[in-house]
């Protein structure tokens, strides 16, 4: 069974940090690209960033570029999400996903392929 367990959200205040981890277990780590999404109250989940197998490649959405980190331990089977400069836009649920697909990066914005998505975790930023 596969299961991908966030961690890491909480609440911090406006321009500080927090990273967020996502474990995978019940499938082979490597053979899959990973990513994160987010989900504000009242709005549609929408993606954050995305890494390649290797860990040699990431994109990111233009809202969290130059602000947030995404990398991966394959040794580990986890991908994790540093996030630096949080301001209110960024309060959300962050969810992990997993895609087998070879599908460029860059698609997981408009057509994602996920194959399994995590539960979520809190993330509130307070101004």
């Known amino acids: 069974q596969v299961q991908l367990a966030e961690s890491g959200g909480g609440l911090v205040q406006a321009g500080g940090s927090l990273r967020l981890s996502c474990a995978a277990s019940g499938l082979t780590f490597s053979n899959y690209a990973m990513g994160w999404f987010r989900q504000a109250p009242g709005k549609e989940r929408e993606f954050a960033a995305a890494i390649s197998r290797s860990g040699a490649n990431a994109f990111y959405a233009d809202s969290v570029k130059g602000r947030f980190t995404i990398s991966r331990d394959n040794g580990k089977n986890t991908v994790y999400l540093q996030m630096n400069g949080l301001n209110a836009e960024d309060t959300a649920v962050y969810y992990c996903?997993?895609?087998?697909?070879?599908?460029?990066?860059?698609?997981?914005?408009?057509?994602?392929?996920?194959?399994?998505w995590g539960q979520g975790t809190q993330v509130t930023v307070s101004s």
């Open positions: 996903a997993a895609d087998s697909s070879w599908r460029s990066l860059s698609r997981w914005v408009s057509s994602p392929n996920i194959d399994y």
